[in-house]
């Protein structure tokens, strides 16, 4: 019963979260879990495990949540660095090579970084406030 409640709570919390907000933790909750399998591979190959079945779920939904169509070039892009990311942690996790857990979690950490700034940008800023507008100013480019 407490963990259905903690469900509810988070899916409210998720909800009242810009897409920015989302993606970040996205990128942030796969980090920990691949620092954690990283952490315990050396121990515990079981949780190990978990840990990285977790991380790639989150590699999953960042792929689900691409919208190729409106993203362009850049969306195709992501897609293709996700799916790379996606095969070689299934091949570490396949050979317990906690050297390229740690590789596909520096990636996720530039991508973080990456998003952070976009994010933090004026133009960002200038989107987020008027995106209708931004599109049509954007398109004439």
Do not use: C, P
Request: proline residues 0%; glycine residues 4%.
């Amino acid at each position: 019963m407490m963990s259905q409640g903690y469900n509810i709570y988070k899916e409210a919390q998720a909800n009242e979260l810009d897409q920015a907000q989302l993606i970040l933790m996205m990128y942030r909750g796969a980090i920990n879990f691949l620092n954690k399998a990283i952490d315990i591979g050396k121990t515990d190959k079981v949780k190990m495990s978990q840990y990285i079945s977790k991380a790639k779920q989150v590699i999953i939904e960042l792929m689900l949540s691409l919208n190729i169509e409106d993203s362009g070039k850049m969306g195709e892009i992501l897609l293709d660095m996700y799916q790379r990311l996606f095969r070689k942690l299934n091949t570490a996790h396949m050979s317990d090579d906690r050297l390229q857990i740690a590789e596909v979690r520096d990636s996720l950490e530039e991508l973080e970084e990456t998003w952070r700034r976009v994010f933090n940008s004026e133009e960002y800023k200038d989107f987020k406030a008027n995106r209708e507008q931004f599109r049509i100013k954007h398109a004439a480019r």
